[in-house]
């Protein structure tokens, strides 16, 4: 027993370090990694004693850019959609673990991942445009064939032995899908990278204390539902705005922030991907809304009225989201819905 009183500096070290543990190096904080873990704009300097690479700070600032992005549901090309607790996911995978922060932050047990191994003769997307827009990324990833499946000349680049930042090139590809990924695990998660000497201990050595290798390295259900990375449903503001003239189309166009080409089933996984509920999450379409989970939430998506207002306090849901354009400009429904989900101690979101 230590006769001494708590170290409270100590206490929080510990805290901080279980909370943003790739902000230590040799059980110090380091200041550089936990201004870039917050989201500071900054460059290494003091790298004396870690793993450093051309282009780390880029690397960073991609995994702290959020993603307006959302997953769709294609039940065509889903067994038992509705029943099973499979998932399988179609898209570019850092963008997809964005996605997958808020509605699956320390839940995984184990992830296995396939990395290319940078012999030189392998190809894979790394960030070399980092002022590349938005659009063109989409634009980019979004490349199909005739099929419809994404094709090699927009997924992947390259990475030539010949090129100054072969190693780097490959680092800044890993690490923020490797960040993203470790978030999604449980405390004793694992995961397993399946990788060959090139670039393993790079990779062991950057992840020192955040992750657990282990070189010597499955109740039966045979559905799967299908998701697709796809761009929002909503309307997304534009932030380069110049005049007062763009301001004003910016404006009109989002007095419906409902994209015109949005599905209330796409609107629903967004809503409950943004929510932080999961994609195996049990819904039942009632009349006139969708109950998630028994009551946790429930989301009328398509009309909302008096009787459905009703409907919906009686289950007696944790939290009900709905869509501002359903009420038509019918303040008077709204400011009474709202007030009326308060009473019943229901908390009430407007999209």
Known sequence: MDRKSLNITEEKLNKLKEIIPEAFTENKIDWEKLKAALGENIEFKNERYVLNWAGKSDAFRVLQSPTTATLAPC??????FDATENIFIEGENLEVLKILQKSYFGKIKMIYIDPPYNTGNDTFIYPDKFSETKEGYLSRIG????SGYMTREGLFRKNSKDSGHFH??????????LFLARNLLKDDGVIFV??????????????????????????????FKVFKLC??????????????GQLVKQLQLHLDPLDKNARTEGVLYELLLKSGVSLTAKIEEKDGFYLVNSNEIAMVLEKIDKDIIKTVIEVKPKKVITLDRLFNKN???KTNTALQMKDAGIEFKVV
Do not use: A, C
């Not at 039940?75 to 038992?80: A, L, P």
């Open 143 to 146: 490349d199909k064939d005739e």
């Open 331 to 333: 303040d008077q429904l």
């Open 168 to 177: 780097s090139n490959w680092l800044s590809m890993m690490y923020p899908r």
């Open 75 to 80: 039940k065509k090309e889903s067994v038992n």
């Open 194 to 223: 399946s990788i060959d000497d090139n670039e393993v201990h790079k990779i062991k050595e950057e992840q020192k204390g955040k992750l657990n290798f282990d070189g010597n390295t499955v109740k039966q259900d045979l559905g």
């Open 231 to 244: 761009e929002s449903n909503f309307k997304i503001w534009r932030t380069n705005i110049e005049d007062e």
